[in-house]
């Protein structure tokens, strides 16, 4: 018999019914904790460097340069500074920075968390930042005993001195006069934190409620937009009658903006029923016939002509006439949105002289210049506090600020407080994918079944161009990484690779793991197919023509020992593998499937990762089991499409979520390494789906050609 | 909440009823098989819990 919960006594949500009707849930927010601020700082506090403090108190505060989006890094850096500083763990607090020099990346010219750099970029760093205050906090004690410095340890936030123990606060004021020393960093022998799992620092107050997102900001006097944007791309409001949205209880104020019609309400509900109350003729403009279907069709005729070079060797034309067999292939990708479980949002105040925002922003130096430049206003007058995001995989950290301009323009029209709101389904249709891609690709074998020739074309849009991040102007990186520099086309001596790089008004955005989430699955689905082509075992022919690449070779043999690649799988079980390399890191990923009533089941993947220093082991693994899920909930049902013009999806019903019960138990094995450092954001997402399409070729003898994989790819071939 | 139901409902969930039980519950950042060793975690406190 099923019992009812009670509800209330959980607290979870109470809701109360609006003045004059309409219905408001509105969250229980802790008291007093409504508006984001930074963390008050102790009143006498050593600082030593932007990223620490210490107060009298011996309360250890650490300030991230990166933004916490659920891959770790509020409790990964804070290890860092904890291994040098021998702190009380269970004292750190955590907050996001303030946009600053000091905050600056350290080898790319902004502020932003992109690129699974944050411990790659800020190990040393932060590092530094804990061993140079440990040091003059052990200076400071030693002063305070009349000891040498160099007889005293630390351990646990107190300096020690045969039987005299110093608590940090007691010597914070002291060791804040004291000139900042250099230092030398410990060794990996001596490491007490990094490389053993810790458990996260933001994890209690996520499962207590308190964890404040960007949707979570509230504070008097807010109120809440929402926008009607042109369901096409590029088109303009004609004209529109307010008049029945402006009735709606709650709606302030309806403002026309250039791309589309604002209404400004007193919270969200409101906002949204006064947006769809409004009356908009649409002129859509050019765009009106963009086409899924026609865009595929248009890529084709491009991909049979020659692109401009992105890399080549020898006489691919001549070398594809002489060999013995040859496999032609046409891979067709969709457009992806990011689909963040929190859709965007930003809360803006604007005054006469200061700006202030809050957004779950990956990139605030961006989104500081570019509301500044909108404001006409000097950078330091925008202050952007960021909260923790719910989710970003690159939509967050958008090159042209779109979300947080959006909001900054609100506010200025309006002269009042707005929180921007984006629903599912405007953040669903509204933009900013991973590109759409074609690749043609013909390559030609030997009579020992090893590739001689290689041609590989690709067309698509450029997520980078006319940004500060586009690489390379004559050729676009994102679109041919991982084929343009490829291991693989080192065995090939006559190789061309081409890019069409297209342009249109659908607008794109780096994707997690960008380009390599298209062309790994191409390059790890040809190499399957001319292994098989030429008799050969997967792992086996991947081990021959990898022979140079050490880390590319751990990982595949960590993964295949631990799969047990070489022992037969019980009846109606197949497998498929596949690599990556990215972001200074390797991964392996091997696949278990079923095929039961035109239904995949996954049964397991294998997961083996190098990235050097894990720095919390337990870090990687969530990552990767994250990076994994992303990218089946991609390759098995992600697909943005587009007809006269419109984006068809709108929410989970139709951009579909790999759900538990779909979900195939992930082991992840990492690589033990201490002399390098690379990402684990991102590089767990390609693989998965070449694994997962060569293991559909093993169960079906069919090759996936395009994504996603659709039922009529599951009927034996 | 829908863990809370299933723990009421069942002693010793298997990953089949927790599957079953929480598939509404979506997350894109794949955190789910976290979620069914919580809820195995959970399952022998769930007295300390639904008090």
Redesign the interface.
Known sequence: M??A?N?NR?N?LKTSTLLGGGLVISFTLPAGIKRLAFIEPPSSVFSPNAFLRIGTDGSVQIILSKVEM?QGIWTTLPMLIAEELDCDWSTIKVEHSPVGKEYAHTFIPTQGTFGSTSTVSEFDRYRQAGAVARTMLVEAAAKRLGVPANTCSTENGFVIAGDKRVGYGEVSDDASKLPVPSVTLREPKDWKLIGKSQPRLDSPEKVNGKAIFGIDIQFPDLLTAVVARSPVFGGKVKSFDGAKAKAINGVIEIIQIPYGIAVIANNYWAAKLGRDALKIEWDFGANATLDSKQQLEAYRKLAKTKGKSAQQKGDVTTALAKAVKTVTAEFAFPYLAH???EPLNCTVKVSSDKCEIWAGTQIPSNDQAAAAKLLNFKPEQVVISTPFLG?GFGRRGALNCDWVIEAVALAKASGKFIKLVWSREDDISGGYYRPSYLHHAVIGMDSKGFPIAWQHRVVGQSVFSNTPFGGDLEIDDSSVEGIKGSPYLEWVPNHSVELHTTKNDIPVQPWRSVGKSHTCFVMETLIDEIAFAGGKDPVEYRRILLKNYPRHLAVLNLAAEKAKWNTPLPKARFRGVALNEGNGSYVAQIVELSIDKKKIQLHRVVCAIDCGVAINPDGVK?QM??????GL?AALYGEITLEKGQVKQRN?NDYR?????E?P??EVHIVPGLDKIGGAGETGVPPIAPALANALFAATGKRIRKLPIRPEDLVKG | MAAIQLLFEKLQPTDANIDKATAGNICICGTYQRIRKAIHLAAPNKKTILK
């Open positions: 099923k019992q919960i509800v959980r979870f659920g689909a963040m479980m989710g969530a089991e994250s990076c994994i899920v992303y909930t989970f979520l790999l759900r538990i019960n979900m138990v992930v």
